[in-house]
């Protein structure tokens, strides 16, 4: 649960940045988060090799997608990116 909560707490983190250097930022966000995911998914990788059983480790992997869709869609919806003001 540590681990996930300090995901967590990074992933909220990155989305005010994103925010602030790109001009699209869901879709910057959306690769991250796809990128950070699949590297993430290697100790599950891992551990299945090492000989855990494949069922397990479907679970921790379906947890971990989830909670990753989780995270993307909460940062994304909550806390959108604020429209710009035109100049005056």
């Known amino acids: 649960a540590k681990l996930t909560v300090i995901g967590v707490v990074i992933a909220g983190l990155g989305w005010p940045v994103v925010v602030r250097l790109t ?3 869901r879709w910057v966000y959306r690769i ?3 990128l950070v995911t699949a590297v993430l998914l290697l100790p599950d990788l891992y ?3 090492t000989g855990q059983p494949g069922r397990a480790v479907l679970v921790l992997v379906a947890m ?3 909670i990753a869709l989780i995270t ?3 940062m ?3 806390a959108p990116p604020r429209q710009s003001r035109p100049a005056a």
């Open 23 to 25: 001009a699209d930022p």
């Open 32 to 34: 991250l988060a796809v």
């Open 47 to 49: 551990i299945w090799w």
């Open 64 to 66: 971990h997608l989830a």
């Open 72 to 74: 993307y869609h909460v």
């Open 76 to 78: 994304v919806r909550i």
